[in-house]
């Protein structure tokens, strides 16, 4: 399992408070599910979406969180 790459401490506290640790968890949920959170703005998304490239990872389009 791929730890979350280094964010804003809000961003950090939002991807924790929804049980989110990994990037492998992390790719179970949509980029709107993610942007929704508070803390999360646009650069944050960019961090992560950087990060599950680089793993060969990518958001889900399957909005199954909601």
Do not use: N, W
Request: charged residues 25%; aromatic residues 4%.
């Amino acid at each position: 399992m791929t730890p979350l790459p280094k964010c804003s401490a809000p961003a950090e506290r939002a991807l924790r408070a929804a049980y989110i640790d990994t990037l492998e968890q992390l790719a179970t949920y949509t980029k709107r599910e993610i942007a929704a959170l508070h803390g999360v703005g646009p650069s944050v998304l960019r961090i992560l979406e950087t990060a599950l490239h680089e793993q060969g990872l990518r958001f889900t389009d399957s909005e199954i969180h909601s």
